[in-house]
C-alpha cells in the first residue's frame, strides 16, 4: 500500500500534509497565503492551496470565508494525528503489538531508562484514572 492510499484509509497524513497541519497547530486560523509563508519552501501558493483542500475533503481541516479569501483551521488536534499514526506504525512495522515497539525504542536506544521511568507513572496514573471511571459506570 503506498503512503497516499494508506493515508486515505488509516487518517494518517503524508509528509506535506502534516507540514501543513502543523503550521495550523501553531499558528491557528490561517489563510493559504500565510500558511505558505509559514512553510518557509518553495512550494507554490496554488500547490499549499490544493494541499488544504485535500485537508478539507478528508475532514482534516475546517474553513469559513472571509471576504474573498478562506481561512483553514485544523480539525483535528495534533494528539489524535499522533495517535493515528502511531497505530498505524505499530500495526504495520510491530504486528499491532506495543510491546514491541517499545522493546525496538529500547534497544535501538532511542528511549533513556529516565523516559521509561515517567512513561510508567504515566500508564500507572492512566490505570488508576480508568479504574476510577470503571468503578463510577459499575455504580451507576
Same mark, same amino acid.
Given at each position: ?49 490544493? %494541499? ?12 469559513? +470565508? ?12 495534533? !494528539? ?20 514491541? %515497539? ?7 536506544? +532511542?528511549?533513556?531508562?529516565? +523516559? ?10 492512566? !490505570? !488508576? ?5 470503571? !468503578? ?5
Amino acid at each position: 500500500m503506498t503512503t497516499a492510499s494508506r493515508s486515505k484509509t488509516t487518517g494518517v497524513l503524508t509528509p506535506l500534509e502534516l507540514e501543513i497541519m502543523q503550521v495550523l497547530w501553531a499558528a491557528g486560523p490561517s489563510p493559504v497565503a500565510a500558511v505558505q509563508e509559514r512553510l518557509g519552501s518553495d512550494l507554490a501558493y496554488t500547490t499549499v492551496q490544493t %494541499m488544504l483542500n485535500v485537508l478539507l475533503r478528508k475532514k482534516k481541516v475546517r474553513r469559513t +470565508q472571509i471576504g474573498r479569501a478562506f481561512t483553514y483551521e485544523a480539525a483535528v488536534t495534533r !494528539d489524535r494525528a499522533t495517535g493515528a499514526a502511531l497505530k498505524d506504525l505499530v500495526s504495520r512495522m510491530f504486528g499491532g503489538s506495543g510491546e514491541a %515497539m517499545l522493546m525496538a525504542l529500547v534497544n535501538t536506544q +532511542q528511549i533513556t531508562p529516565a +523516559q521509561l521511568t515517567r512513561a510508567a507513572e504515566l500508564v500507572a496514573r492512566g !490505570d !488508576d484514572e480508568t479504574d476510577g471511571e470503571t !468503578d463510577e459506570t459499575e455504580a451507576k
